[in-house]
C-alpha cells in the first residue's frame, strides 16, 4: 500500500508511443501511481473523468519526436519541473495545450516566501530568465487553471498579460469515490458519536508546510495533538474524521491544500493562516459542508467543459480585399467576396471610387449579408504614383479588420469551397511564434487554357 508520504524513486525513462487514437495527453512530473501527493490525486481524479482517450506521459520523457507525434491532440501539463525546457519553444509553437498551474513555477524555489528564506531577498524569478521563460510558456496556452483565486492574481500581477487568457480557478479536485468515502466517514461518526478530543498537525521535512508552528500553536494553547505523518492515505482521513481539529500554519504560500478540505469535510475544526489561499474563498468559506461537498463533485465536469471548449475553439476570420471598376473589367468580385463568406466570420471591401455600378453591386450584396462591411476610399487613379495606391487601400481595408485572423485577397480570386474548412483549420493550428504565412496560389491568364502555380508562393 502506498503511503500518506511515499518516497519518490528513480526509474529509467521509458519508450513512448502515442497511439493513434488518443486525443487528450496528460504530462507531469509524476502520477498518483508514483507519489500520493496533492498535485497528483487532482490530477488523478481529473483523468478518472476524461471523456476521452489518453496517454500519461512523465515529464522528464517528453522529446521531439512525442510532440511531432502529439500534433493535433489536446496536452495538459501539470508539474513539469523534469522537463527538457528547451522543449518549451517547440510545444507553444505547435500544440494545443491548457496548464494546471499547483504553485508558483516562476520561481525557481517554486515558492516566493521559500525564494526570500533561503536567499534573504525577495523573490525576482519573474524578471530571470525562468520566469519569463514559464509566462510565455502559459501565455501560450488555451487556458489556464488555478488552485485558487489569491494564486491566480498574483501570477496577473507579475505577468499582467496573462489575464488575456482564458483563466479558471478550479481548486483542488476529488474523485467521486474520495468524496464518497469521507461522506461514509462522517456520517459514521456522527452516528457513532464519536468524541473528538485531538488536534491534528500535518507532520513534514518541508520548510513550506509549517509542521513545527503548527505544533507550536498546540503546545501554546494547550492542545492535545498527534502529528501525522508516513500513514497510508485511508488512515489518515480516518484520524481527520474523529479529531477535534486540524492546524495547518504553512510558512509559504499553499495554493489550496487538499488536507485543510478533507479536515472541513470531515468536521474538524480549523486553525489557518492567510498563506492557505483558498480559505475566503466562497465555496470554502461556508459552514455548510454539503455545499463545500457539492462543489467539488461539480469541478471534473467544470474542468471537461472548459477543455472540451478549447478543442472545438473555431477562430474567428476577417477576410479583406478591395476593388475599383470591376464589373467593366470582368472581375468576378461578386464570387470573389461570396467564396469569402464561406469561410470568414466577416468580410471587408474598400472601393476605390467606382464609377461603373461596382459599389452599387456591392451595397447590394451587403443588403443581403450582414456580415459584409463596406467602405469607399476614392483616390486619383490618374496620379503618377498610382500604384501606391493597391497598398494603401488593402490597408485601409484591414483597418476594418475585427476578428483574430485576416485573410486577403485580390477581387479576382476565388476560394473552392473543398477549402474553407481547411482554411479554419489552418487558423486554429496557427503557430504561436508566427505572424502571417503565404499560401500558394494557381492562376488563370485570361482563361483556363493558360495556367501558372508560383514556385515560391507569395500570396
Not at 529509467?12 to 496528460?26: A, G, L, N, T
Not at 467521486?176 to 466517514?185: F, M, P
Not at 500535518?202 to 503546545?219: D, F, H, P, T, Y
Request: contains cysteine; negative net charge; aromatic residues 12%.
Amino acid at each position: 500500500m502506498q503511503t500518506f508520504n511515499n518516497s519518490l524513486f528513480e526509474e529509467s525513462v521509458r519508450p513512448v508511443v502515442i497511439p493513434d487514437h488518443v486525443k487528450i495527453v496528460f504530462v507531469a512530473d509524476l502520477f498518483a501511481e508514483d507519489y500520493v501527493g496533492g498535485a497528483e490525486l487532482t490530477t488523478q481524479a481529473l483523468i478518472d473523468e476524461c471523456p476521452l482517450p489518453y496517454i500519461k506521459i512523465r515529464s522528464r520523457e517528453l522529446t521531439m519526436s512525442l510532440l511531432a507525434q502529439g500534433v493535433g491532440r489536446f496536452w495538459i501539463f501539470g508539474n513539469f519541473a523534469q522537463m527538457n525546457v528547451e522543449l518549451i519553444p517547440t510545444i507553444i509553437g505547435n500544440l494545443k495545450y491548457s496548464i494546471l498551474e499547483y504553485d508558483y513555477k516562476y520561481c525557481k524555489y517554486r515558492s516566493p516566501e521559500k525564494h526570500l528564506e533561503k536567499e534573504n531577498s525577495p523573490c525576482d524569478c519573474h524578471n530571470k530568465f525562468n520566469g519569463k521563460l514559464i509566462s510565455a510558456f502559459y501565455f501560450g496556452s488555451r487556458g489556464l487553471w488555478w488552485m485558487s483565486e489569491a494564486q491566480k492574481n498574483r501570477y496577473h500581477t507579475m505577468f499582467p498579460f496573462l489575464s488575456e487568457k482564458d483563466n479558471v480557478v478550479l481548486s483542488s479536485v476529488f474523485s467521486k469515490d474520495t468524496l464518497g468515502k469521507i461522506r461514509w466517514l462522517r456520517e459514521h461518526v456522527s452516528n457513532d458519536h464519536v468524541d473528538r478530543k485531538k488536534w491534528i498537525v500535518l507532520g513534514s521535512n518541508s520548510w513550506v508546510k509549517g509542521a513545527q508552528n503548527a505544533e507550536k500553536w498546540c503546545i501554546d494553547n494547550k492542545k492535545d495533538y498527534e502529528v501525522v505523518w508516513n500513514v497510508s492515505y485511508d488512515e489518515m482521513l480516518e484520524k481527520l474524521s474523529q479529531a477535534e481539529g486540524f492546524v495547518y500554519l504553512p510558512a509559504g504560500a499553499d495554493t489550496c491544500p487538499r488536507m485543510v478540505i478533507e479536515a472541513k469535510l470531515l468536521g474538524c475544526k480549523l486553525h489557518l493562516n492567510d498563506l492557505v489561499q483558498h480559505k475566503d474563498e466562497e465555496w470554502f468559506n461556508t459552514e455548510d459542508v454539503t455545499a463545500v461537498s457539492d462543489y467539488l463533485y461539480s469541478t471534473p465536469g467544470i474542468f471537461w467543459n472548459g477543455v472540451k471548449k478549447m478543442m472545438e475553439y473555431k477562430p474567428s476570420i476577417s477576410g479583406y480585399t478591395t476593388v475599383y471598376n470591376a464589373l467593366s473589367q470582368g472581375y468576378p468580385f461578386i464570387q470573389s467576396i461570396k467564396s469569402m463568406l464561406g469561410f470568414c466570420s466577416e468580410v471587408c471591401v474598400v472601393d476605390g471610387g467606382s464609377t461603373d455600378g461596382t459599389w452599387e453591386k456591392l451595397q447590394d450584396l451587403a443588403k443581403e449579408n450582414s456580415f459584409l462591411k463596406l467602405k469607399q476610399v476614392t483616390r486619383d487613379w490618374n496620379h503618377p504614383r498610382f500604384a501606391v495606391f493597391d497598398g494603401l487601400q488593402k490597408a485601409e481595408s484591414r483597418l476594418m479588420c475585427a476578428s483574430e485572423y485576416c485573410w486577403q485577397m485580390d477581387c479576382d480570386e476565388v476560394v473552392h469551397e473543398d477549402d474553407y474548412e481547411k482554411i479554419v483549420d489552418l487558423c486554429r493550428k496557427f503557430p504561436a511564434n508566427v505572424d502571417i504565412i503565404s499560401l500558394p496560389a494557381v492562376e488563370y491568364w485570361g482563361g483556363p487554357n493558360k495556367v501558372r502555380a508560383d514556385i515560391l508562393p507569395w500570396k
